[in-house]
């Protein structure tokens, strides 16, 4: 393959991975307005629960809104999953994106954040 070929391969990689995200942040904003919006819908003050704080982990969170049936909470909180995987996944994707452009050495550091991240998010979760 030309290294113009080349190029222009890796140039529609990185606007599939922009796409990508661009439409993430779109699909978690939906999600976290329609949440917000039924929790609003379905409460007559939706900050009566915000005057005491608790702390709940975020499993203990879903099992409640699961029980109690909270769809509003639900959405909410998978439009928060996405919204915080979003960088996770780009970190990955630039890891990729190394790789085809033969930069082995930042492909290297790239998955090592990822791999950071990964194993971060696990070590910060209370079960």
Partial sequence: MSREAHSIQLEKLELRISRFLRS??????????????????????????LSDYHPQSFFEMIQWALIMNDRGILMTLAGLVILVCLPVIRVFLTGILFVKQKEYSLAFMA?????????????????
Avoid at 25 to 43: E, I, K, P
Avoid at 111 to 127: D, K, R, Y
């Fill in 111 to 127: 998955f090592g954040v990822f791999l950071t991240l990964i194993v971060s998010f696990f070590l910060g979760i209370e079960l």
């Fill in 24 to 49: 993430g942040v779109y699909f978690a904003g939906l999600f976290l307005f329609v949440g917000w919006f039924w929790m609003w819908l379905g409460s007559e003050d939706i900050f009566a629960h």
